[in-house]
């Protein structure tokens, strides 16, 4: 073939966001899992998916986890792990009665929400939750309280929201768009003065960090691809970042995912990933990547994080490096 009759590369360059992937709560969630199965062996039952990733949730089936919705589906005397994104204060309370032996794989900062709104509630306070109907944070978080917690989705919901009281406070997704977040919080400041705000921000360093990373990458490149699964909130919300500066951008659970339709024309291709994906994928994307025409894959500069969270009391070990 002589080099006019050549196909076109469709992609020159791969920049790679810092920080992508896996952050330490979901790291920590995984080995919980991992590290049940070696100690009592299968079947380990883990309510809701560890995380949301299809790839994790399928390598962890394949060595013996079982993952159930419904409690009734656990057996007498097994071992039960709760998923990193937490669970309702009754569920948890149902599962101690039905005497399984359980590991909590909630993620601390999301367990520091869950914290903070039962020692609120005992002082008198009411809570608006900013967040996603649906999502099981929302429903471990909101679940904490019989009662005296209202979501809301949007700016608009503000408007919708009727306390009983005037000592009212505020928490959030940890997962949630930080620019979404800070524009419905100004429409509660608006509406509710008084209302109190968590002393840190309840959205999580991990996904603060993606977010920023796609907001300094995403004007740079043509299209962004974004690893991770479709119930992922914060891969979700990477994609958005990248769309609202401008860019192209598609997510993909996979490198079988990608469409090289998407490159015509745009030959700078970036990639991050949510925090629920494993570079195992990341590192198939680009790799695919290349077939299409990359000569070139550069990491760009950001925050190195460095954070570890500890494993529950029972599964011991120094932990994964």
């Known amino acids: 073939m002589n080099a006019a009759a050549k196909p076109p590369s469709r992609v020159h360059e791969v920049l790679l ?28 039952y883990v309510r809701h998916e560890i995380v949301h990733n299809t790839y994790v949730v399928n390598d962890l089936k394949a ?38 032996r359980i590991f909590d794989a909630t993620c601390p900062l999301v367990s520091k929400v869950h914290i903070e709104v039962a020692k609120l509630a005992r002082e008198g306070f009411e809570f608006i939750m900013i967040g996603h109907k649906g999502h099981p944070e929302v429903e471990g978080t909101m679940g904490q309280l ?11 919901d503000v408007a919708s929201v009727r306390p009983r009281g005037e000592r009212i406070a505020v928490v959030t997704q940890t997962t949630l768009s930080v620019d979404d977040a800070a524009a419905i919080l100004a429409a509660v400041k608006l509406r509710f003065p008084q209302v109190r ?10 996904t603060q960090n993606r977010q920023d990373a796609v907001k300094l990458m995403a004007p740079t490149v043509d299209v962004v691809i974004v690893v991770g699964s479709r119930t992922s909130s914060n891969s979700n919300r990477l994609r958005e970042v990248a769309e609202r500066l401008g860019t192209a951008a598609h997510m993909v659970d996979s490198a ?8 015509e024309g745009r030959p ?38 460095h954070v570890r969270f500890p494993l529950p009391r029972g599964l011991g070990g120094a932990g994964r490096v």
């Open 17 to 44: 966001a810092e920080p992508r992937g896996f952050c330490a709560g979901v790291d920590r969630a995984i080995e919980i899992v991992e590290r049940a199965l070696q100690q009592f062996g299968r079947p380990i």
């Open 63 to 100: 060595k013996g986890a079982i993952f159930i919705e419904d409690l009734d589906e656990v057996p007498a005397g097994a071992t039960l792990i709760f998923s990193a994104h937490g669970v309702s204060k009754a569920l948890r309370d149902e599962a101690a009665r039905r005497g399984f």
């Open 146 to 156: 019989q009662e005296g917690i209202y979501l809301v989705e949007s700016v608009q």
């Open 197 to 206: 705000e968590p002393k840190k921000q309840d959205i999580c360093y991990a």
């Open 256 to 263: 079988g995912d990608l469409d090289p339709a998407w490159f």
């Open 268 to 305: 700078r291709v970036g990639v991050t990933a949510g925090a629920s994906a494993p570079d195992i994928l990341v590192q198939q994307v680009i790799e695919r990547l290349r077939e299409l025409g990359a000569a070139s894959v550069r990491k760009l500069d950001g925050v190195q994080e």
